[in-house]
């Protein structure tokens, strides 16, 4: 089966740093995303990561291991814009679709 | 700039009733899929596809039929609605080489 945790709420300061911690445990592995989601909107692409390392997009960064089953999402110098869900998505082989993690709902407080 | 257009934002309907659930993509991507995004269950795969009348059963297909007559629309169908189909339903879409999903803004429907 596919399986894969991520934290279901975080809080952080505006001007922080938070890292967003995503677990996975799959068949095969083809590469994780990233996604942001606002309240009410649609879900918007923010990185991938098929090799191991980290991308850094901005103030978004993605780490990923693959021997470990793991990935997080740095994001600095937070802003009250960056409140949102963040969801972590595995593909496991080929071209499967997309499986989902539950989502991390983020406050960024004053 | 990519689009992907659901046809409702928001439905009410009553148990029983039929309903249709339109969505339209206009980048020429091979690859369109439904999901349904519940509090505390995240996004699920109800059914995609990845041609012109081809489709694949996700992880809950139960209760829902889906149509792609045409490469840039995919239908979600519900045959007859009941109040645990209840949710908002996310199209989206993808090229044929694996890349991201672009999604549309959503469909929230309530079954009365």
């Known amino acids: 089966g596919q399986n894969i945790d991520q934290p279901t709420e975080m809080t952080a300061t505006e001007g922080a740093i938070v890292q967003i911690n995503c677990t996975y445990q799959t068949s095969g592995f083809n590469g994780l995303f990233w996604y942001q989601q606002h309240a009410g909107e649609a879900p918007t692409f923010l990185s991938y990561?098929?090799?191991?390392g980290l991308e850094e997009k901005g103030r978004f960064s993605s780490f990923l291991s693959r021997s470990k089953g793991y990935s997080y999402l740095l994001l600095k110098e937070l802003q009250m814009k960056d409140s949102a869900s963040y969801l972590c998505?595995?593909?496991?082989?080929?071209?499967?679709?997309?499986?989902f993690g539950k989502g991390t709902r983020l406050s960024v407080i004053a | 700039d990519v689009k992907v257009t659901q046809s409702s934002r928001y439905l009410v309907k009553r148990t029983g009733e039929k309903v249709f659930l339109e969505c339209v993509q206009d980048?020429?991507?091979?690859?369109m899929f439904w999901y349904r995004q519940d509090p505390g269950l995240g996004l699920r795969l109800i059914y995609f596809?990845?041609?012109?009348?081809?489709?694949e059963k996700g992880d809950i297909p139960e209760g829902y039929s889906v149509s792609r007559e045409k490469k840039e629309r995919f239908s979600l169908i519900l045959e007859s609605a009941s109040t645990n189909q209840t949710s908002m339903y996310l199209c989206?879409?993808?090229?044929?080489?694996?890349?991201?999903?672009?999604f549309g803004e959503g469909s929230r429907l309530t079954v009365l």
């Open positions: 980048m020429d991507h091979e690859n």
């Open positions: 596809s990845y041609d012109v009348k081809m489709k």
């Open positions: 998505a595995v593909r496991d082989r080929g071209n499967t679709p997309l499986v």
């Open positions: 990561n098929v090799l191991d």
């Open positions: 989206a879409s993808q090229t044929g080489s694996a890349g991201e999903l672009f």
